[in-house]
């Protein structure tokens, strides 16, 4: 049983830059261990990929979506059991609701919801212009 949380979202303007974090909890592994990443869901859009950190023993390999490519960073704190999204220089087409997801082992895929176990309940990020 593992329950993900994300924070951070908010309402910012074009520009602006936002950290999410998504904080995991409950009976795990070691953190080292785990596969993280962030999705998101824009208005009439279907939910798509954004960024990936593979875990430590496949060396912290990060992935991004061309969108995002330059303007997010993802990051990890095993300690806190807590993955980051820095994101910069935000556009009103970053506007979606960003949701976490992880997985305790290592597997072929990265950007698909199929390759990840649990998921957080997402958060709201508007960007105005």
């Known amino acids: 049983q593992v329950h993900l949380a994300e924070s951070g979202g908010g309402l910012v303007q074009a520009g602006d830059s936002l950290r999410l974090s998504c904080a995991a909890s409950?009976?795990?592994?070691?953190?080292?261990?785990?596969?993280t990443g962030w999705f998101r869901q824009g208005p009439g859009k279907e939910r798509e990929f954004v960024a990936h950190?593979?875990?430590?023993?496949?060396?912290?390999?990060?992935y991004y979506a061309d969108s995002v490519k330059g303007r997010f960073t993802i990051s990890k704190d095993n300690a806190k059991n807590t993955v980051y999204l820095e994101m910069n220089s935000l556009k009103p087409e970053d506007t979606a609701v960003y949701y976490c997801?992880?997985?305790?082992?290592?597997?072929?895929?990265?950007?698909?919801?199929?390759?990840?176990?649990?998921w957080g309940q997402g958060t709201q990020v508007t960007v105005s212009s």
């Open positions: 997801a992880a997985r305790r082992y290592d597997s072929s895929g990265y950007q698909g919801s199929e390759d990840y176990e649990y």
């Open positions: 409950g009976r795990t592994f070691s953190s080292v261990t785990w596969n």
């Open positions: 950190v593979s875990s430590d023993w496949k060396g912290r390999t990060t």
